[in-house]
């Protein structure tokens, strides 16, 4: 099996089946390794410059759908192409990124990859994009509709202040104040801050008085 092949044997898992080729080849072209991180409160994907031998390096989280995938993917793919050509030169989200990042996101602007209301929140993101894609919420919330799960999970957001909830089955907060996108909450166990996206996903705790004894 060729190297091709293999990436896109692995690809097709996690991207709509008509991007398969194209970043199966830019794996190859571009030269990085692609790993499926388990889900990170604080960021969807990054990327890593070549360092101490080892190829670029590009990290998804694992548990994204096939559309936030393939955006946060081609993100990543323009901070490569915006290093290679620039090193650290320039701004990491400056206009030589953003440029890059268009460009490459024009490979997959029609329908054959992104449904209607995916593809016109991207085009409307790709005007100016953000630093993240987390950043953008509009696009975030389109997203989350292709979300394949129906677990009771809701937006942070949605919570009143100090209600206690369940991060990632198994750890306790207390949600905080409202810090631009993120509000910062509070582990129980530690009493330690953590940033949560307003659109991160929580369960909510069931009880009378919504706090922990």
Not at 15 to 38: C, G, H, M, Q, T
Not at 140 to 168: A, M, Q, S, W
Not at 196 to 201: G, I, K, S, T, Y
Request: one cysteine or more; proline letters at 4%; a positive charge.
């Amino acid at each position: 099996m060729s190297q091709f092949e293999r990436n896109s044997a692995v690809l097709q898992k996690y991207i709509p089946e008509p991007a398969v080729p194209i970043i199966a080849r830019w794996i190859i072209e571009y030269d990085f390794k692609l790993k499926i991180k388990r889900e990170r409160n604080t960021k969807l994907g990054d990327y890593r410059s070549p360092s101490a031998g080892q190829n670029h390096t590009i990290t998804i989280n694992y548990n994204l759908n096939k559309y936030a995938f393939l955006i946060t993917l081609v993100h990543e793919v323009a901070h490569l192409v915006t290093f290679t050509r620039h090193k650290d030169a320039v701004n990491p989200h400056g206009e030589e990124w953003k440029q890059n990042y268009k460009l490459l996101m024009r490979h997959f602007l029609n329908a054959d990859y992104f449904p209607t209301d995916v593809l016109l929140a991207l085009q409307k993101h790709l005007i100016s994009p953000a630093a993240s894609s987390c950043s953008d919420s509009h696009l975030l919330r389109i997203l989350k509709r292709y979300d394949d799960k129906n677990d009771g999970k809701i937006f942070i957001e949605t919570l009143p202040h100090k209600t206690v909830f369940k991060y990632n089955g198994e750890r306790f907060f207390e949600k905080g104040e409202r810090i631009r996108t993120r509000f910062s909450c509070k582990e129980i166990a530690t009493g330690s801050i953590y940033l949560f996206h307003a659109l991160a996903e929580v369960e909510l705790i069931q009880n009378e008085q919504n706090h922990l004894t």
